[in-house]
């Protein structure tokens, strides 16, 4: 195990992170839990995660910003010290998007995910000292406070990094699954009662499928958030809501009426046979 490894391992396996991280992670969950919030927050409302947008606004201005304080002359000290506000300003709301995602983790990724966020408070603590030193014209102190700061923040990409390519957070858990094109029996239609829930599984993928006032519905049963179970779902308002994290998928379409899940829930053409059969496809598209 190299020290990259060892380290990484380190983080993910220190229980006493726990005692920090699980009542805040309890903090933010019910403060984000009213739909607009959850909506903003996590992406659903634009159908992509906020956090990983976001975070090129403050990484971009400071990095720039401490290029030029190294590379540049006298005349771009201005343009230095607008990038690190810049920077300070954007950082906020990018931190809150990201403990709004950080809320949904669990163990080893909540570990990993709570010493990210004090990178991140460390970068923007150096970099609020580097903007007042600015202010002041202690020049020196100030590029050297945003070197700190920077180092702090390239640290926290790479635990950021981490969680979304190693652990799959926010990664869509359903990016790889496919239907058969053709339409495919899956069930009998008798097995498919109003209320009921019924899970089949064709090319890999687990299908939920359900009738709810008369309309048959073929799911992904894999919520897209983490992974949630579908068929453990409730059924209200004409959507399936997630026990996990409570992301709400409408039923006819998929569409994700509450966050979590920043992207659709897949669903699947059906019809019934005349002899009694459930046949399902994937949609074209
Ligand atoms: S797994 Fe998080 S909402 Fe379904």
Redesign the pocket.
Known sequence: MNIVHAMLDGLEQAKVLDRIADPLAAVVARAVKPRTIRNVLSGTAIGHHLHPMLIVVPSGAWSMGSFLDLTGGKDSRKAADILVIVGILSAVPTAVAGLHDWS?TQKEERRVGIVHAAGNSLALTLYTASAVARAKDRRALGVLLGLGGLGAMLFSAFLGGHLSYANGVNVNRTAWHEAPTDWTRVASDADVVEGGRHTVRTNGVPILLLRHEGKLTAMDSV?N????PLEEGTIEDGCIT?P????MFRLDDGKNYRG??AVPQPVYETRVTADGFIELRQPAS
């Open positions: 949904d919520c958030h983490l992974g949630g997630c996990w994290h409570q992301s979590p899940a």
